[in-house]
T-cell receptor
Framework: AQKITQTQPGMFVQEKEAVTLDCTYD???????LFWYKQPSSGEMIFLIY??????QNATEGRYSLNFQKARKSANLVISASQLGDSAMYFC?????????????FGSGTQLTVLP | GAVVSQHPSRVICKSGTSVKIECRSL??????MFWYRQFPKQSLMLMAT?????????EQGVEKDKFLINHASLTLSTLTVTSAHPEDSSFYIC?????????????FGPGTRLTVT
């Protein structure tokens, strides 16, 4: 079974600065996918970025980039030029490509607070 | 992107009653839907996976007789919390994906906050 670890329960960052949220995973499978989701206080899960295990280049989506280090089994999220609206809970998640349903397993989350 | 709706967004019920939560895919056919539960300040925990036209697969520790899941059509799955108790108070979120698309996307509903008094 796959496991996701987020070691930072809370993070603070100054507005306009960059921040890195850590995520490590544990899987013996060769084929898997990694996601990052943002959950504001409203509760909705907002998809941010995806990285496939066979993707050679790090995924980027606007101000979000994923620092994928396969050998270290880490998939850290980098948010550049932080904005006040980035304050939220952030979850890393993974699924096994071999699973027929591709259920997601989530990490414990990191509460990010952007300071003005 | 694809849209998933949930109804109701909030519900308060008395202990011992049953509550039904609906999850709908609005612009795609959801062959698979997932139900998650989230307690305050905690992560999402998968409760069950439902496939259209077949019985749901429940995760270990989830009582299938208490959390009834029905996925009767390609756009609707329902979760019924039977004989609800205060400890069932939680945030319930559904997600859906279209296996036929071949993609990895999983679209989440906005969630339902259940309070059992």
């Amino acid at each position: 079974a796959q496991k996701i670890t987020q070691t930072q329960p809370g993070m603070f960052v100054q507005e306009k600065e960059a921040v890195t949220l850590d995520c490590t995973y544990d899987t013996s499978d060769q084929s898997y996918g990694l996601f990052w989701y943002k959950q504001p206080s409203s509760g909705e899960m907002i998809f941010l970025i995806y990285q496939g295990s066979y993707d050679e280049q790090n995924a980027t989506e606007g101000r979000y980039s994923l620092n994928f280090q396969k050998a270290r089994k880490s998939a850290n999220l980098v948010i550049s030029a932080s904005q006040l609206g980035d304050s939220a809970m952030y979850f890393c998640a993974t699924f096994l490509s071999s699973g027929s349903a591709r259920q997601l397993t989530f990490g414990s989350g990191t509460q990010l607070t952007v300071l003005p | 992107g694809a849209v998933v709706s949930q109804h109701p967004s909030r519900v308060i019920c008395k202990s011992g009653t049953s509550v039904k939560i609906e999850c709908r895919s609005l612009d795609f056919q959801a062959t698979t839907m997932f139900w998650y539960r989230q307690f305050p300040k905690q992560s999402l925990m998968l409760m069950a996976t439902s496939n259209e036209g077949s019985k749901a697969t429940y995760e270990q520790g989830v009582e299938k007789d208490k959390f009834l899941i029905n996925h009767a059509s390609l756009t609707l799955s329902t979760l019924t919390v039977t004989s609800a108790h205060p400890e069932d108070s939680s945030f319930y979120i559904c997600s859906a994906r279209d296996l036929t698309s071949g993609g990895y996307e999983q679209y989440f509903g906005p969630g339902t906050r259940l309070t059992v008094t």
